[in-house]
């Protein structure tokens, strides 16, 4: 048998069936015996072969044949049957088996059903970052694949099936919508085909797309808050903050600082939903003046931003001089008598005051003179520097301490000039002296040139009687006070006893007496005195007798 090629188009397939049957017909009505096709409806795949099986049971059939469009081959026969590969299967087709039996014609047909797998399964794009609480599209497209009957199109949230459609139409486009959640950041959505061939006795074929990973974000609506130090001295430093909340995923935020036109090398840190970003800002000249600081956080395409001004200042000073002091000490200091001037000056709009006297005008210096006397010794002079800054005063001080040498003294009001000491007893002799610089203080004795402590206690001694030149002396002079100094001497302690005994013995005669003189006047009588006769002799008058007339 000659093969016959396919005829020149899929579209003949359906005639070419429909001429057979119509043929064939007529002899269905009268047929005895049966023509069978094996494999009935079979599933190749495009492009395969497949051998048909024609078989009767006919004991003498005639003419068996395989009527197709396809490529064919005669593979073998024998009584009752005939075999035939058909190669290069391409599309779905029927085949007829034909042949006659007793001059009966007998026929019988098989549905060839093709399969092949999509050429292409594809993911739409989508935008790497989606806002949360809002949908967004999944969209896939398969391109080839049969049987479409059996042909489903799934769209994945990684192993979740988020839609399952037949697919239709060429190429094959299935959509879904999905509403974008905290749980879908960092989730990988894919498409995946299904060619459910199982009834078939093939099985389940899969083919994916690649998949595509989404991540999801939470930008706040309120703008970050932004911590910066409203003035900045010109050579100081600070730090600066931006703090935004409530933002997700925090740690995939990106944030700039800048100062002007100058980009901060900031830290960021994210715990939990919340994001910190800190920067250390240096003023230096070229910023001079009022500056911008903006904070910009970047998250999923967008951003949220905050601007603070920062006003940058140069505030050198107060500057203090003494002039006409003496150089090369570690205070200003000068001699007694010395005209001193001491001046104050800062920077450009800035106002000094020296010792509560301002100066002229802002940026002029502050002047005071005066000639240095022992008062002014350690005398500290204060000067105030105010500067307005973006309307607000701010104020620097500085102070300087004056030192004033002149000779020492010893104060006579802390420096008793009499003292009187008892022998044997702890004393301290209290004398100061004044002068700068600190004079050294000795009191000596007139005649032995002894020494007597100053300021520290000391057990005193007879021999301490005398008078004393206290002198004070530096390297500006000296100066001397007389102290007398009187010590007595303590009496031993036998004389003390003594003493005491005396007392107490004087004490006991004295009371002895004082209660004999109590007891006499207690005893004593009444006397009467006889006028006429002086001679005679007082007589006793008992208390209990009565009394007698007087002699005539």
């Not at 048909?52 to 009527?67: A, H, R």
């Not at 003179?369 to 701010?394: K, P």
């Not at 040498?405 to 009001?413: F, N, Q, S």
């Amino acid at each position: 048998m000659v093969p016959l090629g396919p005829l020149p188009g899929a579209c003949w397939t359906p005639l070419i069936s429909l001429l057979l049957v119509c043929c064939l017909l007529p002899g269905v009505q009268g047929q005895e015996f049966l023509l069978r096709v094996e494999p009935q409806n079979p599933v190749v795949p495009a492009g395969g072969s497949l051998l048909v099986n024609c078989s009767t049971d006919c004991p003498q059939p005639e003419l068996i044949k395989l009527e197709t469009f396809l490529f064919k081959e005669l593979v073998g026969k024998g009584l009752g049957w005939a075999a035939f590969r058909l190669s290069n299967v391409t599309g779905d087709s029927t085949v007829f088996c034909s042949g006659f039996c007793n001059d009966l014609q007998m026929t019988s047909s098989s549905d060839i059903t093709v399969y092949r797998f999509p050429e292409r399964v594809e993911l739409a794009p989508m935008s790497p970052w989606k806002p949360m609480g809002k949908n967004f599209t999944l969209r896939c497209w398969v391109a080839g694949g049969a049987p479409r009957t059996h042909l489903s199109v799934l769209l994945l949230r990684g192993e979740d099936v988020l839609s399952r459609q037949l697919a239709v139409g060429e190429p094959a486009e299935v959509t879904t919508t999905v509403l974008a959640g905290r749980n879908d950041h960092g989730a990988n959505f894919s498409c995946r085909s299904e060619l459910d061939l199982r009834h078939q006795g093939l099985g389940l074929f899969h083919n994916s797309s690649a998949p595509r990973q989404l991540r999801t974000f939470v930008l706040p609506v309120m703008p970050p808050r932004l911590v910066v130090p409203r003035f900045l001295e010109m050579g100081t430093s600070q730090p600066v903050d931006c703090t935004l909340d409530g933002l997700f995923p925090a740690s995939e935020a990106q944030v700039q600082l800048v100062l002007g036109d100058q980009m901060l090398n900031s830290t960021v840190a994210s715990h939990g939903d919340k994001l910190i970003a800190t920067a250390t800002i240096t003023a230096s000249t070229e910023l001079e003046g009022t500056q911008e600081i903006v904070c910009n956080v970047t998250l999923g395409g967008e951003s949220q931003e905050t601007r603070e001004n920062l006003t940058i200042y140069s505030f050198w000073g107060p500057i203090m001089n003494l002039n006409g002091t003496i150089r090369n000490l570690s205070q200003p200091t000068v001699p007694q008598g010395t005209t001193v001037i001491v001046t104050c000056a800062a920077g450009a709009r800035v106002q000094v005051t020296l010792d509560g006297v301002p100066a002229a005008a802002p940026g002029q210096l502050a002047l005071l003179q005066l000639n240095a006397t022992e008062r002014d010794d350690r005398r500290n002079f204060f000067c105030n520097a105010a500067l307005e800054v973006d309307g607000m005063v701010l104020h620097r001080n500085r102070s300087i301490q004056l030192r004033v040498l002149y000779g020492p003294k010893i104060d006579p009001a802390k420096c008793p000039q009499h003292l009187m000491w008892e022998e044997r007893t702890t004393q301290v002799l209290q004398c100061q002296a004044r002068g700068n610089p600190d004079p050294q203080l000795q009191c000596l004795h007139l005649g032995s040139r002894a020494q007597v402590p100053v300021g520290i206690p000391f057990r005193v001694r007879l021999n301490y009687s005398g008078t004393y030149y206290c002198r004070a002396a530096s390297s500006q002079g000296t100066h001397t006070l007389t102290v007398v100094m009187n010590v007595q001497a303590r009496n031993s302690p036998i004389v003390t006893i003594v003493i005491a005994v005396l007392t107490t013995l004087t004490l006991v005669v004295l009371i002895a007496a004082l209660l004999y003189v109590f007891g006499v006047q207690k005893r004593s009588d009444t006397y009467h005195v006889n006028q006429g006769s002086t001679w005679l002799p007082l007589t006793s008058t008992g208390p209990n007798e009565a009394r007698g007339e007087e002699p005539s």
